[in-house]
């Protein structure tokens, strides 16, 4: 079955400080992959999301992830952190033409000022 | 923008009691889905639709139901709540072609507490 695993359940970095959040799936055929954000208190949003192409993708707010099909990874990186980021962080997963979304346990970063 | 109104931010439900939570989207998504969020287990598939009167269970469906009469509505109902169903639910609404990957769009949720 498909899943999704976040390595790193709690992170406390200081402002500026590079941050990678790590992130594995288990499905090997097609998959678009996502990350989202949840800051306290508001829904979940969309930071970024790869289908195909570039295995490198930017999203919002300086954010990027890396996809590595060989090591079945997508990676969640900004290379300066803020105190704004304090967030939870959901790897997700869709494969094929379910629309169905896997999540990952999820990444509480706390960025200390 | 898309909205997904969930009715309830907080709700408070004694044990045995049925509970209904609402979810209502505003930009005519052929796809609706329930998750609930629990600390360390991220968020998990309950049921989900991809067209009115349509459901698929989820990972975890047992305890649930739904409902979807109109294309807007999507109701999530817990037919006897029971204390190991206190968590935060979310609701989602997508289109259906590649759904996810044109992105969810969650409500806020709904914090359910059964005492």
């Known amino acids: 079955a498909q899943s999704v695993s976040q390595h790193n359940h709690h992170v406390i970095l200081s402002e500026a400080a590079s941050l990678e959040l790590g992130c594995n799936y288990s499905y090997g055929g097609t998959v678009n992959l996502f990350w989202y954000v949840q800051y306290p208190g508001q829904h979940l949003q969309l930071l970024l999301k790869y289908f195909s192409g570039d295995p490198l993708v930017k999203g919002i707010k300086g954010f990027e992830a890396e996809f590595i099909k060989s090591k079945f990874s997508f990676n969640l990186r900004k290379p300066s952190v803020q105190w704004s980021d304090t967030a939870e962080y959901f790897c997700a997963s869709c494969s094929g033409n379910t629309g169905k979304l896997i999540f990952g346990q999820g990444t509480t970063l706390q960025v200390k000022p | 923008d898309v909205k997904v109104t969930q009715s309830s931010r907080y709700l408070v439900k004694r044990t045995g009691e049925k509970v209904f939570l609402e979810c209502v989207q505003d930009m005519d998504h052929e796809n609706m889905f329930w998750y609930r969020q629990d600390p360390g287990l991220g968020l998990r598939l309950i049921y989900f639709s991809y067209d009115v009167k349509m459901k698929e269970k989820g990972d975890i469906p047992e305890g649930y139901s739904v409902s979807r009469e109109k294309k807007e509505r999507f109701s999530l109902i817990l037919e006897s709540a029971s204390t190991n169903q206190t968590s935060m639910y979310l609701c989602?609404?997508?289109?259906?072609?590649?759904?996810?990957?044109?992105?969810?769009?969650f409500g806020s949720g709904t914090r359910l507490t059964v005492v």
């Open positions: 989602a609404s997508s289109l259906r072609a590649q759904g996810a990957f044109r992105g969810y769009t």
